[in-house]
């Protein structure tokens, strides 16, 4: 069974970057790893993912140019930096995985942990 966390949220002025971590234990090998964000009052929405062999990334329209996606395979950790961060960036993130199919499959994602919380001010 894949437990995944998340970590390195916080409190950012706008502008400013921040790296969130997804630690995974547990066999992920074949996985998507996604990043989705829940922001108050509105429903989970995707963000970013990356495949096994970190060789193809995905990004929302809303952060692409200004987040990316990576993977350390020695640490099976995905990281998302977020760079430009806007008012409208803050919510809470969470990473899921998935196995196969398309990254953009995005109810089959599960093993979720419990979120890291960004804040971003303006």
């Known amino acids: 069974q894949v437990q995944l966390v998340e970590s390195g949220g916080g409190l950012v002025q706008a502008v400013g970057s921040l790296r969130l971590s997804c630690a995974a234990s547990?066999?992920?090998?074949?996985?998507?790893t996604g990043w989705f964000r829940q922001a108050p009052g509105k429903e989970r929405e995707f963000v970013a993912a990356?495949?096994?062999?970190?060789?193809?990334?995905y990004y929302a329209d809303s952060v692409k140019g200004r987040f990316t996606i990576s993977r350390d395979g020695a640490k099976n950790t995905v990281y998302l930096q977020m760079n430009s961060l806007k008012p409208e960036d803050t919510a809470v993130y969470y990473c899921?995985?998935?196995?196969?199919?398309?990254?953009?499959?995005?109810?089959?994602?599960?093993?979720w942990g419990q979120g890291t919380q960004v804040t971003v001010s303006s």
């Open positions: 899921g995985v998935k196995k196969g199919g398309y990254y953009s499959d995005y109810d089959r994602y599960g093993n």
């Open positions: 547990g066999r992920t090998f074949g996985s998507y």
């Open positions: 990356i495949n096994w062999s970190a060789d193809s990334t």
